[in-house]
């Protein structure tokens, strides 16, 4: 009996074989931008390494894309469409951990406190992975179109992207796809918060606290008045708003001196840009308030913004139909075991509300190696965080897969995250993110109707609800910003 072949690949099966070839080289690239983890706008090392990688596949390279010191892109091929791939390298200050850890231990040969606590090690070099897999794809089948991806700084707590977004970076692409390492691999999309950031600094006049206070006039006063403020606030705005504060300056450690200087920052967040606006100037009064009450005058140097995140369900359903064809993460009995350890040091109900909240059994292993279900738009989870990713969604069709990445339950920004940076476990996540993520791109790229489609339902959203920019126009990023003062 003959058989006769036919071409019946997929765009999985398509593009798997080049991303497991590559997986060796960007595991260690991530292993690489673990070790060494770089604050926001400081992350010149991190990008450096990024940007070898690319050229080492060939990558078209352009610094400081959209004016940003330490953002770059990296491009193959040519013409029409063109789809870009977002990553994203920074780091987070006071989580130094022990790769593989399962309880709190510093990692001593970093040289920073910083750790990876958002997992922008695996995020950053996933998307990279998928971008080059997705390039030598499109030169080997001699097809049209333009990889390009960017390397993007600074979206803990500044919203790199929107900077970008502001300088035009992101106008002349067709789609957008990216990632974010998770406790579960997911297609689902959450809406996330707009939010905007502030320094707020206080300026007093120093006196002898004990022998003439009454010549002082305390800053650090007006800072904590600040604070009370805020916090009877709370009451009288919406429950999805979320206000967070930390202490940049306490006017210094004498006791015995009025403080002539203190200063906080200001994270305000809300559903909308519209809403997180007028939410912004509620917490602007409150510290005109506090400064009125003490004689002090206060300074409000604003620092970056981010709109909420618009999903794109057609990208979602065609991204989530890879995922199913791909299957879940392969952890193994290594992995399991890891995760049981690592979950008992979790805070209390963590594991529980993980699986309890996707639906999962009570015995479900630490690593989820399954396929979370694509969930109806009308139940879309709110969630109260933040991600630059949304101005990107507004300006054209984005979407993004939650790498299954670290044990259920892990929390997001703790030193847990930063533990399971390194791990076999994460890797395997990262790069089957990257397969999906791939794939996804390559059907953009070659079938006209999914672009048409995805763009017609972009383009419908924004015709109603256009873009508010939530950063004023002629901002520059805080790197260029005489003020600025690295992390």
Known sequence: MTTVETDTKTSVTAVKPIVDALAPRFTRLS????????????????MAKQIQAAEEFGGRITRAVGGVPTAFSAEWGAGSPIIGFLGEYDALASLSQAAGAAERMPDTDSGTDAGHGCGHNLLGTGSLLAAIAVAQHLEASALPGTVRYYGCPAEEGAAGKTFMVAAGAFDDVDAAVTNHPGDAM?????????????????????????GMPQLGRSALDAAELMNVGVNFLREHMDDSDRIHYAFIDAGGPSANVVQPTAELYYIVRSPTVARMRKLYERVKKVAQGAALMTETEVEIEFDGACAELLPNRTLEERLYANVQEIGGVPFDDDDQEYGRRITRGFPEGSLEFARSMRALPDDAPPYFDGVLPLVDPIHRFQMTGSTDVGDVSWVTPTVQIVAGTAALGTPGHSWQMVAQGKSAAAHKGMIHGATAMAATALELLTDPAL????????????????????????TVPPPLRPTYRPA
């Open 31 to 46: 292993d690489e931008i673990w070790d060494h983890p770089e604050l926001r706008w400081e992350e010149h090392r991190s």
């Open 186 to 210: 997911s297609a689902d999309q959450w809406k996330s918060l707009a939010y905007t950031q502030a320094y707020f600094r206080f300026r007093g006049v120093a006196a002898h606290a004990g």
């Open 451 to 474: 672009l048409a489609e995805a763009r017609a339902e972009f383009d419908g959203i924004v015709a109603k609800t256009p873009y508010d920019r939530p950063i004023p126009e002629g």
